[in-house]
Nanobody, 126 residues
Framework: QAQLVESGGGLVQAGGSLRLSCAGS????????MGWFRQAPGKEREFVAA????????DYANSVKGRFTISRDNAKNTASLQMNSLKPEDTAVYYC???????????????????WGQGTQVTVSS
């Protein structure tokens, strides 16, 4: 399995933008479908976005659709999440995750994923 390291989190005002990156190492990155999840204090981890191995398929939570964009660059072993028009309710720890369950599909449940990064904090002030 690949190891994942997220970066790019921080503090931003409402309406601003951040770009999260997820760097993978280890086995072949393009063997995996990737996803982004988030977890706010006192809440369960929730799905944000997912992308198939070649980027042909993407999926988004309704709460971020039209504001967030997931992408990947297999040559650089990275997956990214561009977040625009951020809202205070987007505040959470964001995690990237990978799964070998089926690389041509997108997966939306945390239990679908085999390995996770350590997370990066995103805080949106009002």
């Amino acid at each position: 399995q690949a190891q994942l390291v997220e970066s790019g989190g921080g503090l931003v005002q409402a309406g601003g933008s951040l770009r999260l990156s997820c760097a993978g190492s280890g086995r072949t990155f393009n063997a995996y479908s990737m996803g982004w999840f988030r977890q706010a204090p006192g809440k369960e981890r929730e799905f944000v976005a997912a992308i198939s191995w070649n980027g042909a398929l993407t999926d988004y939570a309704n709460s971020v659709k039209g504001r967030f964009t997931i992408s990947r660059d297999n040559a650089k072993n990275t997956a990214s999440l561009q977040m625009n028009s951020l809202k205070p309710e987007d505040t959470a720890v964001y995690y990237c995750a990978g799964t070998s369950r089926g690389r041509a599909a997108t997966w939306v449940r945390p239990t679908d994923y085999d390995f996770w990064g350590q997370g990066t904090q995103v805080t949106v002030s009002s």
